[in-house]
Every structure is written in C-alpha cells, then in structure tokens.
C-alpha cells in the first residue's frame, strides 16, 4: 500500500531477472477518477511512493471505468513481458474455398477483386479480439487484419502478402503468425503514442 496524504492506494510490482515494472493504482485526490502510474525501481522510493516523473505520465479513467484501467496495464505487461507470459489461447480459423480452389484463385488474383469473393479464409484471436482475412483487393491477394469490439468490426488494414497454400493447416499457422505480429505491432504502437515507453 501507499498513503502520500493526498493519494492512497495499492502498489503492484513485478520482478523478472533484471526487469522491475512498478503499478500504482488509486482514486485521484481532485476527482473520483481511477488513476494509474507506471514505472519501474527507479521511480519508487522506500515509502512505496511514485516520483514526479513517473507522476508526470499517470493515466485517468473514469470511476466506475475498470476495464480501461486494467487493458492498459495489462497492455504495458504483455509489452514489457512478452517473451515470459504463457497463457492458453483461443482461436477460430475458417476457410470458405476448397484448397484447390484458393490455389486457383490466387492465381487469378489480377483478375479479380473482393466484390468476387470476399474473404476466402479468416482467423480470429477471441482474447484478443483481432482477426486477419485472406482476401482479394484491387487484383492483389494478402490479408485484411481487424479489430473487433462492441458488436463491431474495423477493418485497419491490407497486406499484400503470398499465403501458404500448402494445405488448411499450413494457411492456418501462416495467418496465426502474420496476425500476431500484426498484434504486437500494434501493442507496441499504442504504447508509443501513449507516451508511456517505460525503460528497463
């Protein structure tokens, strides 16, 4: 815990080799907000209490809002420990074609465009809620990655791309693959754009 006479709350911390990040999380002293600081051992000192620059950084949710607040810490954990975390994963991967179908397809791809066929094989992360579509688009074949939320489905991108048709399960690990990098790709940028690049 931690009391600084205008915030009190709970301190997380987590170690991992020479890895230290550091959780603070209170209701802020102006608002009923839910506010969250980030750091790591360079910004606490012996009464468990955040610097002013890790402070400079703190994030704000609404009250009743703890959803927002844990995806953003969490957020930071899958970042900073990406390569320690080992958690059951739940996928769904479909293919709407014949394999030889989407060989001939891809063959044809100048030829067509996705008024023709739509998405000829989709996967989708259910915990993260992206998903990655193998689809034609103005002739070119590749994948289509989205995010899904709230009922709906944004479509944030095309890649072209050669998938691997060898067979279903070789489309199926070629899209996993794709689609998790795609994923971290985005992890990484919307802690960037967050200003929270924390150094350790």
Sequence with gaps: MFNNNREQGLVL??????????????????SDNIMVVLGNDKNINSNNMFDDEAYSKAKYFKCDDYDSAVDHVYKQI?????DDLNYERHFKFDTYKSMEDLRRIELDASDLDYEDYYELASF???????????????????YR??????????????EETKPNLENEVTLMLDMQEKLNKFINEELVYDIEMNHNDIKI
């Design 78 to 82: 899958k970042y900073l420990f990406k």
């Design 13 to 30: 911390t987590i170690h991992k080799d020479d890895k230290d990040f550091i959780v603070w999380a209170c209701e802020c002293r102006n």
């Design 145 to 158: 990655y989205n995010k899904h939320g709230y009922g709906n489905i944004d479509h944030l991108t095309f």
């Design 124 to 142: 989708f992360d259910e915990d993260e809620q992206y998903s990655c579509d193998m689809i034609i688009l103005n002739g070119k074949i590749g």
